[in-house]
């Protein structure tokens, strides 16, 4: 009857991951709330991707950031009732980039 127990304790922990890194390949999707700025920004290596990537992600209301090395984009999904284009674009700034929305 132990063997029973573990044998479904295994599965169901093995389901519940596999769900949840199924979960972490889809895109994010802005929610109602939230908004997606992008930003074209001077990063010149992996260095300083990885500078914006550290440091942005803790910004007041930032949901979601990805960044694009060879078009030198990052966008950024946030709660709009906690911050704006601005903030985050001074955010960027203030690590020493320099920093313009990227046209549409």
């Given at each position: 009857?132990?063997?029973?127990?573990?044998?479904?304790?295994?599965?169901?922990?093995?389901?519940?991951?596999?769900?949840?890194?199924?979960?972490?390949?889809?895109?994010?999707?802005?929610?109602?709330?939230?908004?997606?700025?992008?930003?074209?920004?001077?990063?010149?290596?992996?260095?300083?991707?990885?500078?914006?990537?550290?440091?942005?992600?803790y910004?007041?209301?930032?949901?979601?950031?990805?960044?694009?090395l060879?078009?030198?984009?990052?966008?950024?999904?946030?709660?709009?009732?906690?911050?704006?284009?601005?903030?985050?674009?001074?955010?960027?700034?203030?690590?020493?980039?320099?920093?313009?929305?990227?046209?549409?």
């Open positions: 009857m132990k063997a029973v127990k573990i044998i479904l304790a295994v599965v169901f922990l093995f389901s519940v991951s596999a769900v949840s890194a199924q979960d972490k390949n889809v895109e994010k999707k802005p929610k109602s709330k939230d908004e997606q700025v992008v930003f074209s920004v001077n990063l010149h290596c992996e260095s300083c991707e990885q500078k914006v990537k550290k440091n942005i992600p910004e007041k209301g930032v949901k979601d950031l990805t960044t694009d060879s078009k030198q984009l990052v966008t950024i999904t946030y709660q709009k009732d906690k911050t704006d284009k601005a903030k985050l674009k001074k955010a960027i700034e203030k690590l020493g980039f320099t920093c313009e929305e990227a046209k549409k």
